[in-house]
């Protein structure tokens, strides 16, 4: 029999998760899916969160108390050190009771014979907390944080702002809200979060605020409804880049002076002559956040437009449906509201371009289609060429270390490189689908050239037919073809972007 | 010293009866002990022979707190007393479940001990549960099958799922 229920002890549990994490290599992820738990409770998933996110640091920590290292069978008391200095660091819990608690899970875990030891060890650091001679606030501290090669590889590309890219990293990431503005008007969402108490801030995008305290989902005033969705600020460029390079795309069109970026404003979309919709192609579109933003976003402009949603898992493809239900994207149109002037739109599934007006505007029901397959496979032809395609490639996702606390403990240096090949398939292969005329933006969550401008060289080497377009984002900074966004407090994610033009000449 | 290896719920292997022991040898005393540590690193509080695949009369237990009380018993037989209670049990061969499960209040064990002397004792509360428990494994039953069937079900698809 065992030796107690395991949610009886919290720290024991934690324990465990952090050591699925360090020993056999599991993401937070995965615990959350099979060892739910063990992360069942905010306290639970603060500290292994957090834990996760400081580890290397208060490893170092600890060993300079330690006269030996453990044996691997008594590495779950040193990830009890783990957990206890956590709590001694960065939680309010007073040092007394964050020690004995600590001290106690030794017997739940079976080892009494360690108490002595976690309780001199977490002593001694209470201790150089009181004297300040344990700063955990500065970059020394958030460098200790990244694995020595990964601290080093991000100082050599960013010389001058890797110091904030990994404060950044050590931060927690903000709660920003995307609007479903077809459904639920800006000022309206607003309104219902001053009713609920919750405070926000305003960014540089209409629709996009950030909350000041982050709450689960679900506890979201207008969720139910689908008014809001959750997604970083950062990723939220995407749907307006692409948005801008098809309102130049249609004036250009127009100005028959392909190649040639006009100062094409958005309403140009709306006045595109042809009453043909863009066709639009989201390679890699789980979980669907962009592109629920992006037709969203064409959506509120009245463009006529239908959009092909591929991914290679089905499964993730399901869950991305889910979301899409909730924010009322594939409703069928007899439930659609028409009858106020923000809360419109709901998309019919099938092909069959539908329109319902409403005094004020004129609506078109558009279709979102969802499809499985690999987006590096010809194969993957989805009928015909398309106007604009989102390839958001599979990356490293080095941009996102503050989200995946686990990352920093996981990572190894070839990652940076192990999708690489897969962002050049994918783009040889779009590339072949895309209009002489179109556009494709590539995006990676990658703060790093391998994965960014490196790929995009190589593409552009071998296709004289893609050309660069300039992109000016409100955050980050022009590369020597894209645009990076690099995480910050408070702020996106680390992202990189890059539209490419197919001209029409060979 | 070694830690042993313990099999899963629906590892069919675990279904097997227990033989006697026969032999009382250093091999018996150095199997006792790795049972011994394999219990205490899951951690656990007590193991039977058969969740390590050896299919003899050997269970052993612990459930002090500071884990130097260790009991072993080898061809253990219970007499069984007192009203049936429900507490709530647990096996380290179907991991992570937990359930109420009605066992007998008492009961009196008697068994041999590793140099083959014999032995009785009697017990209450969480170690005569566990000694139920442990003896069960020897006759190849396991804590689920006294759940209905519904929940023994679900248990040994969600365990067959993780092992997959
Ligand atoms: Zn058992």
Redesign the interface.
């Known amino acids: 029999m065992p030796s107690t229920k395991p949610s009886t002890n919290i720290r024991a549990q934690v324990v465990h998760g952090l050591q699925q994490i360090t020993e056999q290599g599991r993401t937070l992820d995965w615990l959350l899916e099979h060892r739910s738990n063990w992360c069942e409770t905010p306290l639970q998933r603060e500290l292994l969160y957090g834990c996760a996110r400081h580890y290397d640091a208060l490893a170092a920590t600890i060993d300079t108390y330690l006269k030996k290292p453990f044996k691997p069978k008594d590495q779950d008391i040193y990830a009890l050190m783990i957990v206890g200095a956590y709590q001694l660091i960065f939680m309010k819990t007073p040092s007394y009771a964050a020690i004995n608690e600590t001290v106690n899970a030794a017997r739940v875990l079976s080892k009494p014979w360690a108490k002595g030891l976690v309780n001199a060890v977490l002593r001694q650091i209470d201790r150089s907390i009181q004297t300040d001679e344990l700063v955990t606030s500065g970059i020394e501290w958030a460098a200790l944080c990244h694995p020595t090669w990964l601290s080093q590889k991000i100082q050599t590309q960013y010389p001058q702002r890797w110091q904030a890219v990994l404060l950044a990293n050590n931060s927690r990431a903000p709660m920003t809200l995307r609007i479903n503005t077809p459904r639920c008007s800006i000022a309206a969402y607003c309104a219902m979060l001053d009713a609920a108490g919750m405070r926000y801030q305003t960014t540089s995008l209409d629709e996009t605020v950030t909350l000041d305290q982050p709450l689960p989902a679900e506890d979201l005033p207008g969720w139910g409804e689908g008014y809001v969705s959750v997604q970083d600020l950062g990723t939220q460029f995407a749907a307006h880049l692409l948005c801008q390079h098809l309102a130049e795309q249609s004036t250009t069109a127009v100005a028959s002076e392909p190649g040639v970026p006009s100062d094409g404003t958005a309403a140009g979309i709306s006045e595109n002559p042809k009453s043909e919709p863009l066709r639009i192609l989201d390679a890699c579109t789980a979980p669907g956040g962009k592109l629920f933003h992006l037709h969203e976003r064409l959506l509120a402009k009245g463009t006529v437009h239908e959009i092909v949603a591929v991914d290679a898992i089905q499964k993730r493809l399901d869950a991305t449906e889910t979301i899409g239900k909730r924010l009322q994207h594939f409703n069928s149109p007899e439930n659609a509201d028409s009858s106020g002037n923000d809360l419109v739109g709901n998309i019919a599934k099938n092909s069959d371009l539908t329109k319902v007006g409403s005094a004020q505007t004129m609506l078109t029901i558009s279709p979102l289609q969802l499809i499985c397959g690999d987006a590096s496979q010809d194969t993957l032809t989805a009928g015909g060429e398309f106007d604009a395609i989102l390839l958001d490639a599979p990356c490293s996702g080095s941009g996102t270390l503050r989200r995946h606390p686990d990352m920093r403990l996981l990572m190894q240096p070839e990652q940076l490189t192990a999708h690489t090949e897969l962002q050049a398939a994918m783009l040889r292969n779009l590339w072949q689908q895309l209009k002489p005329g179109g556009t494709l933006l590539y995006v990676t969550c990658s703060i790093f050239a391998e994965e960014n401008d490196a790929v995009i060289e190589q593409f552009m080497a071998e296709n004289s037919t893609a050309c660069g377009l300039s992109c000016a984002l409100p955050h980050g900074e022009a590369t020597h073809l894209g645009w990076q966004i690099l995480p910050s407090l408070n702020g996106p994610d680390g992202l990189y972007f890059c539209a490419l033009y197919k001209t029409t000449q060979q | 010293m070694a830690?042993l290896n313990i099999l899963h719920h629906p590892d069919p292997r675990l279904r097997t009866v227990a033989e006697p022991v026969t032999i009382f040898d250093a091999a018996l005393q150095q199997f006792a002990e790795d049972m011994l540590e394999t219990m205490?690193?899951?951690?656990?509080?007590?193991l039977a022979a058969t969740q390590v695949n050896v299919h003899k009369k050997v269970i052993v237990i612990d459930v002090s707190?500071?884990?130097d009380t260790p009991y072993v018993f080898v061809n253990p037989t219970l007499a069984l007393f007192g009203e049936k209670i429900a507490g709530?049990?647990?096996?380290?061969s179907v991991?992570?479940y937990?359930d109420s499960v009605l066992r007998s209040e008492r009961v009196k064990v008697s068994a041999v001990n590793t140099q083959g002397e014999a032995f009785t004792m009697e017990a209450e509360g969480l170690l005569s549960?566990?000694i139920q428990?442990?003896c069960d494994h020897l006759a190849g039953r396991l804590f689920v099958d006294y759940l209905s069937t519904l929940k023994r079900n679900r248990i040994t698809k969600k365990l067959r799922q993780?092992g997959a």
């Open positions: 830690l205490y690193a899951a951690p656990g509080i007590g707190e500071e884990k709530e049990e647990g096996c380290l991991p992570d937990f549960i566990c428990h442990e993780a």
